[in-house]
């Protein structure tokens, strides 16, 4: 294909796109912001409903990249068969396999638009938007989570019923000391936790060691190899969006962790999948440009191109979800669906292009 009518087929792909992207990153900050508004003002001023979407979109445009392609080659096929375009082409020798072949790079920039926004940008912005939603709590002061919390922080099991918005003070804690080989060594139970120099020091705590009658009352004990204030903070109130190192630690075990490796293994399953997204939505719009402009079926044809990418989505959520939870494996969870719509849209297209 002549690299000028590429140009031209990703200029229009990519114009659209954009388009449909911010038009949905802004219905749905609205939509939020309506929710939320009276929340925002309790907590600042006016200026503070736009700090508060600001730090939002980050997440919203994430999630939005992979529908934005698919409207967008949608309403650029639809453009393309329209004005005849797409006739001519095909009509030249230029078949969709390389048409879509041209738009292939935008598919490329738009899926590392989608993993630089949400393993890179959007796990700062909902960690920033946390810390300035909580900023008006006693920071030293623990906050009653609405479910105990329990970790692993190395051989380590700690649970704590509340958590401090600087993450320095717990309390209602339940400690779990492991050997290196994962037996249990000792149970600590403490009223309160407070990180400092030497590290964690429990205070009221009864202590039962491994075959003991009874528990023990102690004053204070020390837990120095314990998680950052940082880490609690994070871990006590998580984002939705994690980075690929936070991914990755969890996956080796490395920190403190509050959820299992089928979870951090499935994370990053689903990370490589969703860069092939664009290029799978480019695929289930394509046949949306074939008919002609006043031929019946054309609004049909993008129809069901929307519908399965649509449905896409929905299932590779509903996977993902029951693999973060160690139903399916990761390989399963992250990759079983893109096979099945991608033949699914390529036999459309072989139907149409026979």
């Known amino acids: 294909m002549p690299l000028v009518l590429a140009r031209y087929l990703t200029g229009i792909f990519l114009g659209r796109a954009a388009m449909v992207l911010l038009g949905l990153a802004a219905l749905l900050q609205l939509l939020d912001l309506l929710d939320k508004a009276g929340d925002v003002l309790a907590r600042g001023g006016v200026w503070d409903i736009g700090r508060y979407a600001l730090l939002r979109l980050p997440s919203t445009l994430g999630q939005l990249v992979p529908l934005a392609v698919l409207v967008g080659a949608i309403l650029t096929f639809r453009r393309l068969a329209a004005s005849l375009e797409i006739t001519a082409m095909r009509a030249s020798g230029i078949g969709m396999g390389r048409v879509m072949v041209a738009l292939a790079p935008a598919c490329l920039l738009a899926g590392l638009l989608q993993l630089g926004l949400q393993s890179g940008l959007a796990p700062r912005t909902e960690r920033a938007l946390s810390d300035w939603w909580n900023h008006r709590e006693v920071q030293d002061q623990p906050l009653a989570l609405r479910r105990r919390m329990w970790l692993r922080s190395g051989p380590d099991i700690l649970a704590a019923d509340a958590v401090s918005p600087d993450g320095t003070a717990l309390s209602g804690v339940l400690l779990v000391r492991r050997d290196t080989i994962g037996r249990v060594a000792l149970r600590i139970a403490a009223e309160e936790a407070r990180h400092g120099a030497e590290g964690w020091r429990l205070t009221g705590a009864r202590v039962l060691h491994l075959g003991a009658a009874r528990e023990v009352a102690s004053p204070d004990v020390t837990w120095p190899e314990g998680p950052s204030p940082d880490a609690m903070r994070s871990l006590a109130r998580p984002s939705e969006a994690q980075g690929l190192q936070d991914l990755l630690r969890g996956e080796r075990g490395e920190g403190p962790v509050t959820r299992g490796p089928a979870y951090f293994a499935t994370r990053l399953h689903a990370v490589a999948a969703a860069a092939l997204a664009p290029f799978l939505m480019l695929l289930l719009a394509a046949p949306s440009a074939f008919g002609l402009p006043r031929q019946r079926g054309g ?4 129809a069901v191109g929307l519908a399965l990418g649509l ?44």
């Open 299 to 302: 609004g049909w044809r993008a």
């Open 311 to 354: 449905g896409y989505l929905v299932a590779q959520g509903l996977f993902l979800a029951i693999g973060e939870a160690g139903g399916f494996g990761p390989l399963p969870a992250a990759w079983s669906m893109l096979p099945c719509f991608a033949i699914a849209g390529l036999l459309r297209l072989w139907r149409e292009e026979a």
